[in-house]
């Protein structure tokens, strides 16, 4: 899943992106964070038996003017940070697969996409 102003690289590409690691069962996951085009975490090996649940999300603090970048896989927090430089991206195209890598063997369901 790859949700990109236009490219595979720089600035709006990757918002987020969620990759599966060539010859492995672990996903990288990337997005725009703290002035990284292509901040990035890899999950360890995931079971391809069953359904993963994740969950990517960039919020306000309550009673912060802080922003959050989560993501969580199976209810697990893989990562919680401090974004310092959040971004707003218009016009933003979502590829399952994308035009620029080879499509991975996996499924898509109940995807949700909030603003």
Not at 37 to 60: H, M, S
Request: aromatic share 10%.
């Amino acid at each position: 899943m790859h949700f990109t102003t236009e490219s595979n690289s720089g600035d709006g590409s990757r918002n987020p992106a969620i990759f599966v690691k060539p010859n492995s069962h672990k996903l990288q996951i990337c997005a725009a964070v703290n002035n990284e085009w292509n901040w990035n975490k890899e999950t360890d090996e995931l079971d391809v038996e069953k359904w993963i649940k994740i969950n990517i999300c960039q919020y306000l603090e309550k009673g912060t003017e802080n922003y959050r970048f989560a993501v969580e896989v199976d209810n697990a927090v893989l990562v919680n940070t401090t974004n310092t430089a959040p971004v707003r991206f218009n016009n933003v195209k979502a590829y399952a697969p994308d035009p620029f890598h080879i499509a991975a063997d996996v499924e898509i369901r109940n995807l949700e996409v909030g603003k």
